[in-house]
């Protein structure tokens, strides 16, 4: 495999040049073998995708190699035997996690300094698994924030990343710039997160469901005024609300208030469905992170605990099921951090093999969903004419096998590959 990472100057150079008074473009043709431009409207065989610099210049059918101007440069990309597709969005990652957080015991200093190595490595895995465009809601300091904006100026290999700060939290620590308690509270809560250059604002609705009290019947854990202050507040910005759920009450009480969307969502019902349509709020499943609950209920010792586990274990994949029969908006999240870097991929497998997707569908809501949740339908999610060039490529099709989306040959990101096997 060849992995190409380029510094911040050959980056700009070559995705910027002609903006910055070059006479030359840059040209680019991939032949694909087949190509699924725009996920949800079928695949196509033999297609030609002309990129001009970092942008889709048209798609053509058949193998071409258009004539450029005199002085371009024109690339010919062979994947005539491989599955090609926009780039892949994860709705819910965690870079700056590794699972348990081993740091915790160390200095700050020490634990600032890893979490940006550790941001790092998980920002490379995480786009050579054919992830070009990730949201980030909620992390534990400013690395994501310097790992995004590296990458953003090309200096660090990596997805897109939209980062939302610390998660809002019910609590009187005013240590922790998320805690917030009363309106006045969160409104300055919100405000700390824009402060530290949020592109979105994620909340805790419920309790996390590696505690007791994550289970299905447990109460919300904001008043609605409280609630409502976080989401009137980002709104001021423009930011999107994310707000993690796993009881019913809570998915409900954010779904009411106007959250863009739900993470998790373990415990949905048939009227929480209903909300979902009828407010266009996504659902962010998150369900491959059962994987991990499996494991850990095995070794559970704890009685409080192991309910949980059992209730999730059986409620979370039949929620995302009557979700997606009840037509639910479902952008793919998978809680990498939680589930390993790399593994985001994991979440589409689970839609298919344990929920009952079609397999375009959880390619759907792998692109077109996610970019929709980010407000971003005109750059990114499919590949058409004036969209960013986030390409990726699999060596057979996971239309007929959904595991192929684990089989990544190729990703290309703003008009650059990254990946070529």
Same mark, same amino acid.
């Given at each position: 495999?060849?992995?190409?990472?380029?510094?911040?100057?050959?980056?700009?150079? +070559?995705?910027?040049?002609?903006?910055?008074?070059?006479?030359?473009?840059?040209? *680019?043709?991939?032949?694909?073998?087949?190509?699924?431009?725009?996920?949800?409207?079928?695949? *196509?065989?033999?297609?030609?995708?002309?990129?001009?610099?970092?942008?889709?210049?048209?798609?053509?059918?058949?193998? !071409?190699?258009?004539?450029?101007?005199?002085?371009?440069?024109? #690339?010919?990309?062979?994947?005539?035997?491989?599955?090609?597709?926009?780039?892949?969005? =994860?709705?819910?990652?965690?870079?700056?996690?590794?699972?348990?957080?081993?740091?915790?015991?160390?200095?700050?200093? /020490?634990?600032?300094?890893?979490?940006?190595?550790?941001?790092?490595?998980?920002?490379?895995?995480?786009?050579?698994?054919?992830?070009?465009?990730?949201?980030?809601?909620?992390?534990?300091?400013?690395?994501?924030?310097?790992?995004?904006?590296?990458?953003?100026?090309?200096?660090?290999?990596?997805?897109?990343?939209?980062?939302?700060?610390?998660?809002?939290?019910?609590?009187? =620590?005013?240590?922790?710039?998320? &805690?917030?308690?009363?309106?006045?509270?969160?409104?300055?809560? %919100?405000?700390?997160?824009?402060?530290?250059?949020?592109?979105?604002?994620?909340?805790?609705?419920?309790?996390?469901?590696?505690?007791?009290?994550?289970?299905?019947? /447990?109460?919300?854990?904001?008043?609605?005024?409280?609630?409502?202050?976080?989401?009137?507040?980002?709104?001021?910005? !423009? +930011?999107?609300?994310?707000?993690?759920?796993?009881?019913? #009450?809570?998915?409900? !009480?954010?779904?009411?208030?106007?959250?863009?969307?739900?993470?998790?969502?373990?415990?949905?019902? /048939?009227?929480?469905?209903? +909300?979902?349509?009828?407010?266009?709020?996504?659902?962010?499943?998150?369900?491959?992170?059962?994987?991990?609950?499996?494991? =850990?209920?095995?070794?559970?010792?704890?009685?409080?605990?192991?309910? %949980?586990?059992?209730?999730?274990?059986?409620?979370?994949?039949?929620?995302?099921?009557?979700?997606?029969?009840?037509?639910?908006?479902?952008?793919?999240?998978?809680?990498?951090?939680?589930?390993?870097?790399?593994?985001? &991929?994991?979440?589409?497998?689970?839609?298919?093999?344990?929920?009952?997707?079609?397999?375009?569908?959880?390619? %759907?809501?792998?692109?077109?969903?996610?970019?929709?949740?980010?407000? *971003?339908?005109?750059?990114?999610?499919?590949? #058409?004419?004036?969209?960013?060039?986030?390409?990726?490529?699999?060596?057979?099709?996971?239309?007929?096998?959904?595991?192929?989306?684990? &089989?990544?040959?190729?990703?290309?990101?703003?008009?650059?590959?990254?990946? !070529?096997?």
């Amino acid at each position: 495999m060849k992995i190409f990472i380029k510094f911040a100057a050959l980056a700009v150079t +070559l995705a910027y040049g002609s903006i910055a008074g070059s006479a030359a473009d840059a040209w *680019k043709v991939i032949h694909a073998g087949t190509l699924l431009a725009v996920p949800g409207s079928g695949a *196509k065989s033999e297609q030609s995708v002309l990129i001009k610099n970092n942008k889709i210049e048209r798609i053509e059918a058949g193998y !071409q190699t258009p004539a450029v101007p005199d002085g371009d440069k024109l #690339e010919i990309i062979d994947l005539k035997g491989a599955f090609v597709m926009p780039g892949l969005m =994860d709705m819910h990652v965690h870079l700056d996690l590794n699972g348990p957080d081993w740091t915790q015991s160390r200095n700050k200093d /020490a634990e600032a300094a890893y979490d940006v190595l550790e941001t790092i490595e998980n920002a490379r895995k995480t786009l050579e698994a054919g992830y070009t465009t990730v949201r980030n809601p909620g992390g534990r300091g400013y690395a994501v924030f310097a790992v995004r904006d590296a990458i953003n100026k090309g200096g660090i290999l990596g997805p897109r990343i939209l980062a939302g700060g610390h998660t809002i939290t019910a609590s009187a =620590d005013d240590e922790y710039s998320g &805690a917030c308690s009363g309106v006045e509270s969160c409104r300055a809560a %919100v405000r700390r997160q824009i402060e530290m250059g949020a592109d979105m604002i994620k909340i805790y609705a419920t309790c996390s469901g590696s505690q007791p009290c994550g289970h299905g019947d /447990a109460r919300p854990v904001f008043l609605d005024d409280e609630m409502r202050a976080v989401i009137e507040t980002a709104k001021t910005r !423009q +930011l999107t609300v994310a707000a993690h759920a796993h009881a019913i #009450e809570g998915i409900k !009480q954010a779904l009411r208030l106007g959250v863009n969307s739900v993470e998790h969502s373990t415990f949905a019902d /048939a009227e929480a469905f209903e +909300l979902y349509v009828k407010n266009g709020i996504f659902m962010v499943p998150t369900v491959a992170v059962q994987d991990n609950v499996i494991r =850990d209920y095995k070794k559970a010792t704890d009685p409080a605990m192991r309910h %949980v586990m059992e209730n999730a274990i059986s409620s979370h994949p039949e929620a995302v099921r009557g979700a997606y029969k009840a037509g639910v908006k479902i952008a793919a999240g998978s809680d990498a951090g939680v589930i390993s870097h790399g593994d985001n &991929a994991n979440e589409l497998i689970w839609y298919v093999n344990k929920v009952g997707m079609t397999p375009e569908d959880a390619l %759907v809501a792998a692109t077109v969903r996610g970019a929709e949740l980010i407000r *971003k339908t005109d750059d990114f999610g499919t590949l #058409e004419p004036g969209k960013f060039a986030d390409i990726v490529a699999f060596s057979s099709s996971p239309l007929e096998k959904i595991e192929a989306v684990k &089989a990544v040959s190729f990703v290309m990101k703003n008009g650059e590959i990254f990946v !070529q096997k």
